[in-house]
C-alpha cells in the first residue's frame, strides 16, 4: 500500500503522515494539561504516553504541542479503520444529525438491527445466528455469561490463565492479573474456574496435550456438567499477545460440544480484521456458540455486541437484556461506516501485509538482541516477549526503558502480559508501510540505547 493511498484515507483535514517532533515529549502544553488531569482526574485513571491529542487519521495523533507521533497501538486496537475514517465520520454527522438516542428497547431503529445484520455474516458459521449490543467489552462478556447461563441451566464459568475481560465486578472475576485490574476490589463473583492456557514459549506443548490439560482440570475440579460455558480469547490481549498451539481452541471446542459446555470466544481484542481474518477463530475453523465482540467494531465509538447461535440467544426472557444505551445509534452507523471500510479497503488482507512487514523486523531485531526471547501473533496483531538472555525470566524494566524511550522519539508502543515484559503492536490497519519501517527503525533504536 502506498503512502499516498493511507493519505487519503485521513479524515477530516488530511494529516501529514510523517513523524514530526518539535518540543519534547511531552510538549509545554501537554504538560500544562496534565496538571489540570492531575488535580481534576482520579489518580486510578492512568496515562501510557502523556500528550494530550488534538488531531489523529493514517498511522500517526497529533498532539496539542504540534508533535506527530506515529501511532503502533490503535488505542488498544480499536480504530483498526483509522481514526476518523471518512467513513465513519460520514456516517456519524448524518447520524448524529437525525437522532442521538431513543433507547432501543423504547423505540428502535434500523442502524442497529443493520449492524446484528453485520454481525451474522461475518462471525464464524452459517448457523442462524441472533446479536444484543452493549456499549463495553466488559458488558458484551457479562452478558455473554448471563445468556450462557440461561441457556444451560448451569453456573459454573471456565477461563484461563493470563485472561482479560474486562474490569466490572464479575469480567475481573474472569481477569487473571492482580494488578492493576483486581487489586483491593473483591470480593468477586463467584463460579468462576481458571484453568491452564496453551502458551508454547512457555509450556512447550502440542495444542492437545494442552487442551488436554485444560480440560482435565475443568472436568476433575469443576465437573464438566455444571460448566455453564467457557470463555477464552482465541489470541490473548492483554495477558501478554499469547497464540495458543494450534490445534488446541479446536479441541476445546470440541470438548464443549460434546459436554453441553458454551463454548465463547471473546474477540473483543482479536476481531474485525486484526489478526487477517474478520475473526481469530476463522483460521482454525473454530465456530464458536457465542462471539463477543467490541474494540474495532465501530472507528472508536463505544459499541459491543455479543452474537450466537439464534437459540441459545433466544432463550433469555424478553426484557432480560439490554441497557439505556446499548446499541447507541451513532454508535451503530459508526459501526456500520467501519465495516464498510473494512471491505472496500480489504483491511483483513493488509493487516496480512502488516503482519509480514513487523514480522521480519522484529526477527532481525530478536537476531540482534538475546532479550527478546519470543515472537509471536499473527497478522497485525504482533508481540516480543522479553526475558534475561538464555532464560525464560521476565525482564519487564528492558521494556519499560524500550518504551519511555519510543515514547520520547514519537512512537506511541504499547506493552502488556503477566509480567509486563511483552511489547504488543497493534498499528492502524491504514497506515503506511514507510510510516511503519520508521516506527521500527525507533524501535530499533530503542533496543540498541537501552542494551
Ligand atoms: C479490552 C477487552 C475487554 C474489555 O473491553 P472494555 O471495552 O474495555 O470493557 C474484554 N475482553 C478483551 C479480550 C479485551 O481485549
Redesign the pocket.
Known amino acids: 500500500m502506498t503512502q499516498a493511498l493511507s493519505q487519503t484515507r485521513t479524515g477530516g483535514p488530511a494529516l501529514p503522515q510523517e513523524r514530526r517532533l518539535v518540543t519534547d515529549i511531552p510538549g509545554p502544553r501537554s504538560t500544562e494539561l496534565l496538571a489540570r488531569k492531575k488535580a481534576a482526574v482520579a489518580d486510578g485513571v492512568g496515562t501510557t504516553l502523556p500528550v494530550f491529542v488534538e488531531a489523529a487519521g493514517g498511522g500517526v495523533i497529533v498532539d496539542a504541542d504540534g508533535n506527530s507521533l506515529i501511532d503502533l497501538g490503535s488505542g ?2 480499536v480504530v483498526s479503520v483509522g481514526n476518523a475514517a471518512p467513513g465513519v465520520v460520514r456516517a456519524v454527522t448524518e447520524q448524529v444529525a437525525a437522532f442521538t438516542h431513543t433507547c432501543f428497547m423504547v423505540t428502535p431503529y434500523a442502524g442497529y438491527v443493520e449492524v446484528c445484520e453485520a454481525l451474522a455474516e461475518l462471525t464464524p458459521g452459517d448457523h442462524a445466528k441472533k446479536s444484543a449490543l452493549f456499549n ?4 458484551a ?1 457479562e452478558n455473554a455469561v448471563k445468556i450462557a447461563r440461561v441457556a444451560t441451566g448451569r453456573d459454573a464459568v471456565g477461563v484461563f490463565d493470563h485472561a ?5 465486578n464479575l ?1 475481573m472475576a474472569m481477569t487473571a492479573k492482580n494488578m492493576p485490574y483486581k487489586n483491593g476490589f473483591g470480593p468477586f463473583a463467584s463460579e468462576i474456574y481458571r484453568a491452564p492456557m496453551s502458551y508454547p514459549f512457555r509450556d512447550g506443548l502440542s495444542g492437545e496435550e494442552a487442551a488436554a490439560r485444560a480440560i482435565d482440570h475443568l472436568d476433575k475440579q469443576v465437573g464438566v456438567a455444571n460448566l455453564a460455558c467457557i470463555a477464552i ?1 482465541p489470541i490473548l ?2 495477558g501478554g499477545f499469547i497464540e495458543p498451539a494450534p490445534g488446541f481452541l479446536p479441541a476445546l471446542a470440541a470438548w464443549a460440544k460434546d459436554n453441553g459446555v458454551l463454548f465463547i470466544a ?1 474477540e ?3 476481531g474485525f480484521c486484526r489478526t487477517g481474518a474478520w475473526f481469530a477463530v476463522d483460521d482454525e475453523g473454530v465456530i464458536p456458540d457465542l462471539v ?1 465482540t ?2 474495532g467494531i465501530a472507528g472508536g465509538l ?1 459499541l ?1 455486541g455479543v452474537t450466537g447461535r439464534a437459540e441459545i440467544m433466544d432463550s433469555v426472557h424478553v426484557g432480560g437484556l439490554g441497557g439505556t444505551y446499548g446499541g447507541n445509534p451513532v454508535a451503530c452507523a459508526a459501526a456500520l461506516g467501519s465495516i464498510a471500510e473494512m471491505k472496500e479497503h480489504r483491511l483483513d488482507a493488509r493487516a496480512l501485509e502488516i503482519g509480514t512487514l513487523i514480522r521480519g523486523r522484529l526477527e532481525k531485531l530478536a537476531a540482534e538482541h538475546a532479550v527478546i526471547a519470543d515472537i509471536r501473533g499473527r497478522g497485525a496483531m504482533q508481540a516480543i516477549e522479553l526475558c534475561a538472555p538464555g532464560t525464560k525470566d521476565p525482564d519487564a524494566a528492558r521494556a519499560a526503558a524500550v518504551s519511555a524511550y519510543c515514547h520520547k522519539s514519537g512512537v506511541v508502543t504499547l506493552t502488556c502480559g503477566t509480567w509486563g515484559n511483552v511489547f504488543r503492536f497493534l498499528p492502524p490497519l491504514v497506515i503506511s508501510d514507510a510510516l511503519l519501517e520508521e516506527a521500527f527503525d525507533v524501535v530499533a533504536e530503542a533496543f540498541a540505547a537501552t542494551a
Open positions: 488498544i486496537a463495553s467489552g466488559a458488558e462478556v482479560y475481560h474486562g474490569r466490572t469480567t480469547e490481549g492483554e471473546d473483543i481484542q482479536s463477543t467490541a474494540k463505544p459491543a
